[in-house]
């Protein structure tokens, strides 16, 4: 008798355990567990067709659209979507999941290479500037946007990372304007001194607290201390002393207020400085950037942005009322959700209506 190939041998091997593997989800299909699998396997399906038409589909959809219309798809959002968020986050994702190395990169060129890229993205999608004049214009607006956020998160990044040095005159000076502008009236008796609780830090030499978000920290809190002094004294005011706040005494009776405590505003401010700087990383804050900021994005808007938060937040503390400064972390995390919720709407510009925001443009 003439043996058979190894080869063949697995051939047969590798059938019988698929006719097995068959039979058994026959089976299965038949019972509660089987409804489970057809679940499974009907969410896998669903997710091989969005591959595909991610992949393919919609490139050759693309390519249709182009016939058709006569245009480009950057052509197409420029034209169709207003400025601001709604068109530059789809000019950003068109650009990022383009095939073409060209369009790619241009998401992270340098802002002094910008004109020139517009001019070689013209060429490649061989459209006449003379013809489309506006084209070039409104993806200069967009990439100085999308560019500039990119770099907005490098600077925060840098400041965050650097720590506060008592040894540095900078440093130490802008500690002492942030006493300045904060308590204007009461003079700090030495550098080191109990006084600093006053405004809300937690020891004697503030240095301590600026740890998790280094000169980030301090940058934001003496640019709301100085731009929007008033509006700073009067929330640091209500965080030492939240029935004093400017509620009503009925009103406190209406919110059920009588057990409102009060919190630390320095330590609060860095802690809303953390919120700013992951929206900011995590790229919440583009729907916000990109309709408030006809160019790029500047450090200046990120203060206005915490100053935002700070009132924002302050308001919601007082109405959450917990019970205890133990409940921070709950209460932060509210407004957290509430915040991301806002900014999912396109449209949507956190701008603040403060001193601080008076050089801030809305588009």
Not at 74 to 100: F, H, V, W
Not at 101 to 118: C, G, M, R, Y
Not at 218 to 245: I, M, T, W
Not at 287 to 306: G, K
Request: hydrophobic content about 40%.
């Amino acid at each position: 008798m003439k043996s058979r190939k190894p080869e063949s041998l697995m051939i047969d091997f590798l059938l019988g355990l698929f006719s097995c593997w068959w039979w058994l989800l026959s089976i299965l299909f038949q019972s509660s567990m089987g409804r489970v699998l057809s679940f499974v396997f009907g969410r896998m399906f669903i997710q091989v067709c969005l591959y595909f038409y991610c992949k393919f589909l919609w490139r050759c959809l693309k390519f249709v659209m182009r016939k058709l219309t006569g245009r480009c798809e950057l052509q197409r959002i420029c034209y169709n979507t207003k400025p601001g968020a709604s068109r530059t986050m789809k000019i950003e994702t068109s650009l990022r999941d383009s095939k073409s190395k060209l369009l790619q990169t241009s998401v992270s060129v340098h802002p002094d290479a910008i004109e020139k890229t517009i001019e070689d993205i013209m060429e490649l999608k061989k459209i006449n500037p003379d013809i489309n004049p506006q084209l070039g214009i409104s993806l200069q607006a967009c990439l100085l946007q999308i560019v500039g956020y990119r770099n907005l998160i490098a600077d925060v990044e840098k400041l965050r990372r650097e720590p506060y040095d008592s040894e540095n005159p900078q440093h130490e000076e802008m500690l002492l304007q942030l006493w300045k502008f904060l308590k204007p009236n009461t003079p700090l008796e030495s550098r080191i001194s109990k006084q600093w609780c006053e405004i809300g830090f937690q020891g004697d030499d503030p240095k301590t607290d600026f740890r998790g978000m280094g000169l980030l920290g301090l940058y934001n809190l003496q640019y709301f201390a100085e731009r929007d002094a008033a509006g700073a004294q009067q929330v640091l005011s209500d965080s030492l002393h939240p029935k004093c706040s400017k509620f009503s005494k009925a009103e406190w009776e209406k919110k059920r207020m009588d057990k409102a405590i009060g919190y630390s505003f320095a330590i609060v401010g860095i802690n809303i400085t953390d919120l700013a700087y992951n929206l900011l990383v995590s790229g919440a804050l583009k729907t916000h950037f990109y309709n408030i900021a006809p160019e790029a994005p500047t450090l200046s808007h990120f203060q206005q942005t915490f100053c935002y938060l700070m009132h924002e937040f302050h308001k919601f503390w007082i109405e959450e009322d917990p019970m205890d400064i133990m409940e921070f972390n709950r209460v932060r995390e509210k407004f957290r959700k509430r915040i991301i919720k806002q900014l999912q709407n396109p449209d949507m510009a956190l701008c603040p209506h403060f001193a601080a925001s008076e050089g801030l443009i809305n588009m």
